[in-house]
């Protein structure tokens, strides 16, 4: 079977099981997508007041309820189906309910699911050889999230300055405005975002923040902070800032910053959290730069929805010695059997091109519509299927505008930063889904702009 017919058959496959069900009761359309209901595996109603007693409100939750998906589509308790374009911002790489991640996981949970890293786990060592031979990474070190993956390349970076450096006190880690980096203590004081820091003081020291694509800025930051001796030990950026409005890297500027830090000796470390594992139409962020880290981190797409991050390095980088880090669950047989699948479905299909491929069709599709409100938005931005639709800077609408009115015709977006409304759909998207959403998308700025 040839790789574009994999693609072609999971995706139609999925698509048919979406819209062909007939429930019991009579089918609306919940959109101009003509998505059908379907029934609802619950006989009682969703109670949200319910649901508000026990968990802490740490969220501002849309009000619906999800309970199952498949493929490109999700499905609430009231049995109204939803084209997915969230992705669990970015991390169901193969969508829904795929019919590979249901037989190694169901395979796994038979066999093993969890042992101490005490022991050899020979799937860990099989994904990190992966990753690895794949990458310009020498090892790996494995955990449960992005913000841990990140946590980890701090400590690194840390001990990298003591140990490499010199640095006796304080190492400092640069890290850019607008950034992302988790929610940790650690990893939201790296986020170069005030907003995020609220309440939350005193932050963690260590950190100093720079415009993002300015070279001059890194440069003279640099300079500062040496200016009585090695005190910077890392930079860390995102290839394309995800949370901060789906802002690409500038290619001259990361060579720029390569060269920077091969000259101070410094590490370049990139949170590639939310676009690694093929999100840009290249296996690894960097590749859209033509650059290489020191250090990397991966974590969303890596498991396709089941918890899991890794930090990668060079063995020039890789300072950590037994007992410097470690995780209880980080790395697990069933984990990284599910990276596995997804590496190997990576390796074996052509879903990067199907990527590049929809990717450049959903660009042209917003920049199309984006010229049709030339008052109202700039147009789109982005790399293979994480994508955003960026209005104007006095425009008087917000995203969530935009992305509520599009829950209320069943497609799922997300806001990013304060003026861009993110498309990352599974990577496994079909070219007619892709025209789906650009149809809701047209009517719903049509209701909100006029015209």
Known sequence: MSPDTLISQTTDSVSAQSNSAEPETATTPSSAMGIEQQPTSNTDPFDTDEFDQGVMQTYGRFPIALERGHGCRVWDTDGRAYLDFVAGIATCTLGHSHPSIVEAVTDQIQRLQHVSNLYYIPLQGELANWLTANSCADSAFFCNSGAEANESAIKLARKYGHTRLGIEEEPIIITAKSSFHGRTLATVTATGQPKYHKGFTPMVRGF??????????????????????PRVAAVMLEPLQGEGG?????????????????????????????????????????????????????????????????????????VFDKGDHASTFGGNPFVCRVGMTIAKFIEQGDLLANVQARGEQLRAGLNAIAAKYPEHLVGARGWGLINGLVLRDDEAKAPIDVVKAALDEGLLLVPAGTRVVRYVPPLIVSEKEIDEALTVTEQVLAKIFGG
């Not at 923040?209 to 001796?229: D, K, M, Q």
């Not at 410094?266 to 999100?279: P, T």
Request: aromatic content about 8%.
């Open 208 to 229: 100093h923040y720079v415009e993002y694509n300015n070279t001059a800025s890194l440069e003279a930051a640099i300079a500062e902070l040496n200016a009585h001796g």
């Open 246 to 318: 789906v802002n690409p890297g500038n290619l001259e500027y990361f060579k720029a910053v390569r060269e920077i830090c091969d000259r101070e000796n410094i590490l370049l470390m990139l949170d590639e959290v939310q676009v690694g594992m093929g999100r840009t139409g290249k296996l690894w962020g960097y590749e859209n730069l033509g650059i290489e880290p020191d250090v990397f981190m991966l974590a969303k797409g890596l498991g396709g929805g089941i918890p899991i991050g890794a930090m990668l390095c060079k063995a020039s980088a890789d």
